[in-house]
Structures are given as structure tokens and as C-alpha cells.
């Protein structure tokens, strides 16, 4: 393990010791799930408390589905349903607890799909972001099984770096990356991030 990971690796196993049950993802409650008093919930530590593992910071709250507030902003109202302490999706439904319900399937579907090494299954799962299940997927996936992820999660900018078209998915430019710049393991993994980033600093967020 290089020196300079050594955030990347602590606070990837902090989360895992945390959330690496699946039991706990299909059991785990809205206010687990989003909670602006609860610095373990779990959108917090996949935006905030894993940050050295590639960064989705700077994206809208919305990428998570459903989110708490923490600001009285209001929302468009032709895309979101706000009842002052939540927002979500309109096409989640008007009840707060039915929204959640469908947005923990898809979180479950994630997981266990990337727990299973059954990854083609990610890129079904809509209404959550593509950055968000793409970076929960890195966080779970077992990489001593061989590198299939990177913490890299915005498709259009990974495309323009490796100069693919962005109709590619984002499985296929992860593999066109790990076989062009020959990466082995997470440390490897973590060098071409850091290549990427210095690349596309200016243009690292976005919703693809």
C-alpha cells in the first residue's frame, strides 16, 4: 500500500465496518439513509467521509434519490416532491416513506449486484445518480478479485479523457482504461485517479 492512499484505504474500511452489511442497507431506515444530524448516515459517508476514494462532492443533494434538507431552498415543484424536512423525486411518489422504500431497492440492487460481481446489474438502476451507485459499487466491491472499478464515476469526462465516445458504458471504459494504463490493484487504481484528476480538474462533476 503506497503512503499517500493511506486516507483512501482508511476511509474506505471505516465505511465498510460501518455499512459492509447487507442486512443493515435493507433494513436501514430514511433517517439512516439521509439525516443531516447524523454524520454516519449513509449518503453522508458515500459524499463526504470517503472523499479520498474519488469525489461526487459538488453534485446536487438529489443524486441520492430522496435527501434531507438542509436549507429551507425550495425545489421545482415539477420535478420534486419537498415537505420541508425531505425532497425527492416526483416519480418516487408523494409519500416520503414509499419514495424511501424504492430508493433502498435500488441501493440494495447496487450492493448486492456489486457484491456478487454481477456488475452489468449497476447500470440498470435508475433514479439514483450514476455517480452515487457507481462509487457505492467501488466502496463494496471486492478488488483482491480483480480490478473492475475505478474511483473515477462521471462517464462523460472518463469518455473525453480516454478519448471515447460517451455512448460507451461506463463498465467498458473502465475496462479500456485498466487495460490501457495497466492497472493491477487499488494502488494502481489510485495512480490513474490521480492522472485523471490533474487532467480534468475542471471538469470533474457532472450527473453521467
Not at 438542509?70 to 416526483?90: I, T
Not at 475496462?175 to 471538469?203: G, H, M, P, Q
Amino acid at each position: 500500500m503506497y503512503d499517500k492512499y493511506r486516507d483512501a484505504y482508511a476511509q474506505r474500511n471505516a465505511f465498510l465496518q460501518i455499512w459492509g452489511d447487507i442486512d443493515k442497507i435493507k433494513s436501514m431506515s430514511l433517517e439512516d439513509y439521509t439525516d443531516i444530524k447524523n454524520a454516519n448516515n449513509f449518503t453522508y459517508w458515500i459524499e463526504t467521509r470517503t472523499q479520498a476514494c474519488g469525489t461526487i462532492k459538488g453534485t446536487w443533494a438529489t443524486k441520492a434519490g430522496i435527501y434531507g434538507k438542509a436549507s429551507d431552498r425550495k425545489l421545482s415543484k415539477r420535478q420534486y416532491f419537498d415537505d420541508g424536512k425531505y425532497a425527492w423525486y416526483r416519480s418516487l411518489g408523494e409519500d416520503r416513506a414509499e419514495a424511501f422504500k424504492i430508493v433502498r431497492e435500488k441501493i440494495t440492487t447496487v450492493v448486492e449486484s456489486t457484491l456478487n460481481d454481477k456488475l452489468e446489474k449497476i447500470s440498470e438502476v435508475t433514479t439514483i445518480w450514476p455517480v452515487f451507485k457507481w462509487k457505492i459499487a467501488f466502496l463494496y466491491y471486492n478488488h483482491n478479485k480483480g480490478i473492475k472499478l475505478l474511483p473515477i464515476y462521471t462517464k462523460r469526462i472518463l469518455a473525453k479523457f480516454l478519448n471515447e465516445p460517451s455512448s460507451k458504458s461506463m463498465l467498458e471504459l473502465y475496462k479500456i482504461a485498466i487495460e490501457r494504463y495497466n492497472i493491477k490493484d487499488l494502488d494502481t487504481a489510485f495512480d490513474f485517479c490521480l492522472l485523471y484528476t490533474s487532467d480534468a480538474a475542471d471538469d470533474l462533476i457532472g450527473v453521467d
